[in-house]
């Protein structure tokens, strides 16, 4: 039985590694879509509008956004609470912010748009490939995606169409509050989930990603 249950705490450690790790990637392409100023993914745009609307840090507004999420599931629908959404909550912020002054010198509206084009593609594979990490060891899912993952659940419609309402409305929310829709936006939505099944390909079978999903 203490064989068992060193495995078990063995196997939940790593599963949360790998998912704060999935959360770091994301918040570093969420970094860049900021900082090339060319629009970002549906619910960065949201965040974006609220980092404008009351002038804080992009980060920042990523916390008040997941935040007040949270609670709603909370009191609501309070059998979806998970430790992932939680992960997500604490951390992504911060990591976000952290990325925009370190890559802030290097990286910003004033690169040729070629670059910055090139950026974002970067970013979004970024995106792709740590969402994969972040749901790969079944502790849950973000605060984004909880909201599209409920009302499935709720009208009883797969989740792959839910999301093309939940992208929407953070999208057309986040516009109508003065969030930026670009480029990145378009690129985002044509190419994440295209990547994320790639990286499902190519990283489902290795060892550790094994391991991480016997629980």
């Given at each position: 039985?203490?064989?068992?249950?060193?495995?078990?705490?063995?196997?939940?450690?790593?599963?949360?590694?790998?998912?704060?790790?999935?959360?770091?990637?994301?918040?570093l392409a969420s970094a860049l879509f900021f900082l090339t100023d060319l629009g970002a993914d549906p619910y960065q745009v949201l965040c974006n509008a609220i980092h404008i609307q009351f002038s804080i840090t992009i980060g920042m507004a990523n916390m008040i956004l997941n935040g007040t999420?949270?609670?709603?599931?909370?009191?609501?629908?309070?059998?979806?609470?998970?430790?992932?959404?939680?992960?997500?909550?604490?951390l992504s912020g911060l990591i976000i912010d952290g990325f925009v002054t370190i890559l802030g010198p290097i990286v910003n509206?004033?690169?040729?748009?070629?670059?910055k084009i090139l950026i974002v593609i970067l970013a979004c594979i970024l995106l792709s490939f740590g969402v994969y990490l972040y749901t790969a060891p079944s502790l849950g899912a973000s605060p984004a995606d909880s909201v599209g993952l409920i009302i499935a659940k709720l009208v009883k419609k797969p989740y792959s169409l839910?999301?093309?309402?939940?992208?929407?409305?953070?999208?057309?929310?986040?516009?109508?509050?003065?969030?930026?829709?670009?480029?990145?936006?378009?690129?985002?939505?044509?190419?994440?989930?295209?990547t994320i099944g790639v990286f499902e390909k190519l990283l489902d079978k290795t060892k550790l990603i094994r391991y991480v999903k016997k629980n």
């Amino acid at each position: 039985m203490k064989n068992l249950n060193t495995m078990l705490s063995k196997n939940y450690l790593y599963r949360l590694a790998i998912s704060i790790f999935g959360i770091g990637i994301i918040s570093l392409a969420s970094a860049l879509f900021f900082l090339t100023d060319l629009g970002a993914d549906p619910y960065q745009v949201l965040c974006n509008a609220i980092h404008i609307q009351f002038s804080i840090t992009i980060g920042m507004a990523n916390m008040i956004l997941n935040g007040t999420i949270v609670i709603f599931i909370l009191i609501f629908f309070r059998k979806f609470i998970n430790i992932a959404m939680f992960l997500s909550l604490l951390l992504s912020g911060l990591i976000i912010d952290g990325f925009v002054t370190i890559l802030g010198p290097i990286v910003n509206q004033n690169m040729p748009m070629a670059v910055k084009i090139l950026i974002v593609i970067l970013a979004c594979i970024l995106l792709s490939f740590g969402v994969y990490l972040y749901t790969a060891p079944s502790l849950g899912a973000s605060p984004a995606d909880s909201v599209g993952l409920i009302i499935a659940k709720l009208v009883k419609k797969p989740y792959s169409l839910i999301r093309i309402f939940t992208d929407v409305f953070y999208t057309a929310t986040g516009f109508l509050l003065g969030g930026k829709v670009g480029i990145t936006t378009i690129i985002s939505v044509l190419l994440t989930g295209v990547t994320i099944g790639v990286f499902e390909k190519l990283l489902d079978k290795t060892k550790l990603i094994r391991y991480v999903k016997k629980n």
